[in-house]
């Protein structure tokens, strides 16, 4: 498990820039994310991996290949600092799951992670710190349990507020 | 305590007497839009809840990202999108202009809940609606159910007050905003814009302002209907305003009497300067166009300043009407045939090259001026080239030299 750090306002035309955003195929969007921002990212990133980023991850476009081309990619957590409202939105609705940690940048590279989702807490083993992350409606975590809004409609037939 | 319009809007249509910031409701939708970007990821979900479209008079489909095809992978998302149009019989299908001027010209009223899978669709907010964007899996479920489950957000009550100066346009007025409460500053957050600037724009000028507040991280930009909204939806949709005790988390009030035109500078949209700050670099492409500033008024005040000389031989301008009923009355007023003769590229309706994919990819190292929303690197081409945000007249003035210039010497 290796932790990919960013900085402030990642956008999605970073993530999965527009002239290569021709496809639906995952396993071509997953050779093509950060592809100039980052360009060893694709080759380097392996399943497992955690995303930990700054403010506002994800800004930009509303182009759900960015979250799908970081879960093709095989990022199973990001946390940032906070998200954009649409991409925190494609995000859930795909199953790939985000948490908002103002703590964010504790986090290192070489860190390792503990995460319990449902509780919102990190814990930064080699460090021995926790730190808490800004709790999600139970609305919201039935959808992420449910491994997303498809999954989770075809359960439930309708949204059960 | 009162309610705010966008609280009205989403109660109506949660059917809720009330609903308060931080609420999680579920709306019935009006109108629900994609386009050739975002619905060939939104067809197999749909496809996995049921195989019949809500209400196919609800759902309008665009092709306006890259239209006509430039490649085979482009071609083949289009026939992905056809096949869903014709298994469902959606009968909303347009491919003559960008998805959110056509929804404003012909399916958006007052009172409308407008959810688009595009990140833009916060334009249509000009018209008091309430307009969001979405990802794909959320329209296909939109698609499926007419429905949408939204968190009520907090309300930025924002007033532009004084006199506007000569040369300065809403997409002035705008960036600075932009750049004041930065490109984090609104997540999540409603924008409702006031005050006697607002009220003297133009719907085309106020399409401009709400276009933009997505580039803050709001979820949605709001502008009270009045005669003009009315005017340009004709006489139809549901008419309401913010209470006088209604609730709003912040109230900011931008005095723009004494702002000079405005630059969005590399790399961030919140990277904003005075065009005094810039003046005088010299640029490779200059780009009028894009759901921000593609309208008659954009095209009209560009062809102005255009009239008084000739596209530098430095420089590649292109021009991109908003949608053909825009590119029509610009043939009727005469600016096509003028901007033709200035040294112009006129290009079909669309988003252009706003998105870096078709009809003006930017090379290493160039620079552009684009009257487009996003700066971000790469967005337009290479990595290494540079865009500068500005208003349609500061586009067409640089266009005459070649250089970041002032409009205002023109006018």
Redesign the interface.
């Known amino acids: 498990m290796r932790i990919w750090k960013f900085g402030d306002n990642i956008n999605t035309d970073y993530i999965t820039p527009g002239r290569y955003n021709l496809t639906t195929d995952e396993k071509r969007l997953a050779k093509i994310v950060f592809k100039e921002y980052r360009p060893e990212f694709a080759e380097k990133v392996r399943p497992g991996d955690i995303i930990v980023a700054g403010k506002n991850f994800g800004c930009g476009s509303s182009r759900e290949t960015a979250a799908l081309a970081l879960k093709a990619a095989g990022i199973k957590l990001i946390i940032a600092k906070s998200f954009s409202r649409i991409f925190f939105r494609n995000a859930v609705n795909i199953g790939l799951p985000v948490i908002i940690c103002a703590e964010a940048d504790k986090i290192e590279e070489e860190d390792v992670l503990k995460v319990d989702f449902k509780r919102g807490l990190i814990r930064i083993v080699n460090k021995n710190i926790i730190l808490r992350c800004s709790s999600l409606p139970d609305f919201i975590l039935n959808i992420i349990s449910e491994g997303g809004l498809i999954n989770y409609i075809r359960k439930h037939g309708d949204f059960k507020i | 305590m009162g309610m705010t319009l966008t609280e009205k809007i989403l109660a109506r249509a949660s059917n809720k007497r009330k609903v308060e910031p931080g609420e ?3 709306v019935k939708v009006d109108i629900a839009m994609s386009h050739d ?2 619905t ?2 939104a067809i ?2 749909f496809y ?2 049921t195989d019949k479209v809500f209400n196919e008079k609800k759902i309008v489909i665009f092709f306006d990202h ?1 239209v006509p095809p430039p ?1 085979i ?2 071609s083949i ?1 289009h026939q ?1 999108i056809r096949k869903f149009i014709s298994e469902q019989n959606l009968i909303n299908v347009h491919c003559e202009g960008i998805c959110h001027q056509i929804l404003a010209e012909k399916y958006v009223k007052p009172g409308y809940i407008v959810i688009g ?3 833009h669709t916060c334009t249509l907010g000009a018209l008091g609606a309430f307009a969001t ?6 329209i ?2 939109i698609y ?2 007419g ?1 949408c ?1 939204l ?1 009520v957000p907090e309300t930025y009550r924002i007033n532009i007050l004084g006199k506007l100066p000569k040369g300065v346009y809403a997409k002035d007025i705008i960036l600075n905003i932009i750049g004041k409460i930065r ?2 500053g609104a ?2 957050k409603s924008i409702e814009f006031h005050g006697n600037i607002v009220k003297e724009f133009s719907i085309s000028s106020r399409l401009t302002l709400t276009n933009m507040v997505i580039e803050m ?1 709001a ?1 949605n930009g709001i502008i009270e209907a009045d005669e003009k909204t009315l005017e340009f939806t004709g006489n139809s949709g549901i008419l309401m305003k913010s209470d006088d005790d209604a609730e709003y988390e912040e109230i900011f009030t931008f005095d723009i009497s004494r702002l000079e035109p405005q630059i969005a500078c590399p790399h ?1 949209v919140d990277n904003v300067k005075d065009i005094s700050e810039v003046e005088g670099l010299e640029v490779d492409q200059i780009f009028i166009g894009t759901c921000t500033n593609g309208r008659v008024e954009d095209i009209g005040v560009a062809t102005k300043i255009l009239s008084k000389g000739r596209v530098n031989k430095n420089v590649r301008l292109i021009i991109t009407p908003a949608s053909n009923k825009v590119y029509l009355e610009c043939i009727r007023l005469g600016y096509i045939e003028k901007l033709i003769k200035s040294g112009a590229i006129v290009t079909n309706p669309g988003c252009g090259p706003c ?3 078709h009809e003006g ?1 930017l090379g290493p190292g160039e620079i552009c001026i684009s009257t487009g929303n ?1 700066n ?4 337009m ?1 290479s ?1 290494d080239a540079k865009i500068y945000l500005a208003s349609p007249a500061t586009a067409a003035a640089s266009a005459l030299k070649g250089r970041i210039t002032d409009p205002r010497k023109y006018l």
């Open positions: 999680i409701i579920v970007s975002t060939p990821l197999n979900p996995k809840i890259v490649n992978d482009a998302l992905k899978a595009d990140s964007g979405v990802g794909s899996t959320d296909a479920a499926a159910t429905k489950w968190r490109a984090d997540i999540y991280g979820m961030n998105l870096g994919r990819v996003r971000f690197m790469g967005r081409g990595p």
